[in-house]
């Protein structure tokens, strides 16, 4: 069961920490996005005049961005603004060219900064073009793109959800939709979400096609295949394995949950946000709270995903369990007033208190004791679960040895007892004989030595 369990974890803390760097990083993708005759300008820019403008995206690796100008005057520096759609955060770097009156200027964005942008994202982008006189002209903001164009992608409209994917039978796309819609229409009536806003999921069918899409993971935690997905909230977009219906809702659900709290709402700790994607997925089974609560760190500590495969499965089966019982023994119009107490910028402490009487240190406490479910399953040792075929062959090679070591000893023990006892003074070397020895020596000392 934990095995299964750790099949639909996500790491949408970590990812959205690493996308709030990502303005600074590099964009990829196989497509050739735009490559268009600029028709409108925002500021004017004397005798400036914008050519054309181009984004070549090659997935993964390059984004060669180009920009062709002319002028009365020479074009004496370019600089290209961008962000991530969805950040207000703009960077800026500056393309190579040769200052003429006409030039093309281009910049592989990945040769200026390094890190990771997930697929499906879009950049915003635009450029400041300054002449010799000091005139300066400011394109309009265009869109790129960055899509996976390793595979041919097809997309349905589910309720708010846009997804993509991809080498999926009809039949299985058909059957997780009809019960998509159900689910979907589900969160949004919990969260009060009615419209909620548009979002994007991008469905991978092979976890060898997501090495080079989702984020580094340790190397642990990607032997054990702990991550199935990633949900991005600024960028209202997340990245999954599988045409999974408890996938796909529970990834949807942490970007619905970061609708619900607004921009006003205070940094939301992992067991709430973790737990409540949980719970939305049908597929989750909840264990009791006295039969978690020995093995799993205090509520008030959990508010970041970390630690080992292990810990993290024991994280997510506590975080969940919460969450159910605040909804299932308080209600849910309770929990709906508990997250417009977050929404207006209240503490999860003031918010628990305003509404249900108690703070996190005595949800923990109540949800020890009172909390229903299932037994939890006991624990396994760390890195349990189906041993590979090397740790098989390893295992049967010690063994094999381990005989070999003992039918070598008892061989010799059994030779001994059998081979006649023998002078102990036969064969002897010269130096180990003493009848050999010259005792006339002046210094007593035998010959092997000096």
Do not use: C
Request: no cysteine.
């Amino acid at each position: 069961m934990l095995q299964s369990f750790y099949s639909l974890i996500t790491a949408r803390i970590t990812a959205r920490t690493t996308l709030r760097r990502a303005v600074f990083l590099p964009l990829a993708g196989a497509f050739i996005v735009a490559l268009s005759t600029v028709s409108s300008l925002s500021a004017a820019g004397g005798g400036i005049e914008v050519v054309a403008t181009g984004a070549e995206v090659d997935f993964p690796g390059n984004v060669d961005m180009s920009l062709t100008a002319q002028g009365d005057a020479d074009i004496v520096e370019v600089r290209l603004f961008y962000r991530i759609v969805g950040s207000r955060i703009w960077a800026y770097a500056y393309p190579d060219f040769e200052p003429s009156n006409r030039i093309t200027a281009r910049l592989n964005l990945t040769g200026e900064v390094s890190g990771y942008l997930p697929p499906g994202a879009e950049v915003e982008y635009y450029y400041e073009i300054t002449d010799s006189e000091g005139n300066m002209l400011r394109t309009e903001p265009s869109v790129v793109e960055y899509s996976d164009t390793r595979f041919d992608w097809e997309e349905i409209e589910i309720g708010p959800l846009t997804l993509h994917y991809y080498d999926q039978p009809d039949s299985r796309v058909r059957a997780v939709t009809r019960s998509l819609e159900f689910d979907l229409e589900r969160l949004q009536k919990l969260l009060h979400l009615e419209p909620a806003g548009k979002i994007k999921g991008i469905i991978y069918s092979r976890r060898s096609d997501t090495l080079a899409a989702f984020p580094r993971q340790s190397r642990t935690t990607t032997e054990q295949q702990t991550f199935q997905g990633f949900a991005f909230q600024e960028l209202s977009l997340f990245l999954g394995l599988g045409m999974n219906r408890g996938l796909i809702v529970h990834e949807a659900a942490h970007l619905l949950f970061g609708q619900a709290m607004g921009d006003g709402a205070l940094s939301t700790p992992a067991w709430l946000d973790e737990g409540f994607a949980s719970y939305m997925d049908p597929s989750s089974r909840v264990y009791s709270g006295n039969t978690l609560s020995s093995r799993t760190n205090p509520l008030r500590t959990m508010n970041s995903v970390t630690g080992t495969p292990h810990a993290i499965g024991a994280f997510y089966q506590k975080s969940l369990s919460v969450v159910a019982f605040l909804i299932n023994e308080f209600g849910e119009p309770d929990f709906q007033q508990f997250i417009a107490q977050l929404r207006r910028g209240e503490t999860v402490d003031a918010s628990l208190t305003n509404v249900y009487g108690f703070n996190v240190d005595g949800l923990d406490a109540r949800w020890a004791g009172e909390a229903p479910g299932a037994p939890a399953p006991a624990p396994s040792a760390p890195g349990s679960g189906n041993p590979s075929l090397i740790l098989f062959f390893n295992s049967w090679l010690l063994g094999g040895l381990m005989l070999l070591v003992l039918a070598a000893v008892s061989i010799q023990f059994v030779a001994s007892k059998l081979r006649p006892a023998r002078n102990p003074e036969e064969g002897l070397q010269p130096w180990e004989d003493p009848d050999l020895w010259d005792d006339d020596q002046d210094d007593g000392e035998g010959p092997y030595e000096r």
